[in-house]
């Protein structure tokens, strides 16, 4: 993917549009450690996020609504 280096205030940056931030399962505030190769190569690798108490309760409540049947079944 071919990608511009872009002016931003007195550094410069290369925007993510959202499909790429999708695909790399990053959001803005996210952090990444950034590594710099021999050869010029610069790696981006997002580091572990942790979630949020109110996403983990959100994707609980949702499995326990979807498999509401089962969960009565196994209790």
Same mark, same amino acid.
């Not at 505030?29 to 950034?34: I, R, W, Y």
């Not at 983990?56 to 994707?59: F, G, P, Q, R, Y």
């Given at each position: 993917m071919k990608k511009k280096i872009s002016k931003? @205030? /007195?550094s410069h940056g290369i925007i993510f549009d959202s499909t790429v931030m999708e695909l790399a399962r990053l959001? =803005? @505030? %996210?952090? +990444? /450690? $950034?590594e710099i190769h021999s050869t010029g190569a610069i *790696? $981006? *690798?997002p580091l572990d996020p942790k979630r949020k108490n109110a996403e +983990?309760? %959100? =994707?609980i409540e949702d499995v326990m609504k979807r498999y509401a049947q089962t969960m009565q079944r196994l209790a």
């Open positions: 931003i @205030g /007195n959001r =803005a @505030g %996210d952090e +990444v /450690n $950034l *790696t $981006l *690798t +983990v309760s %959100d =994707a």
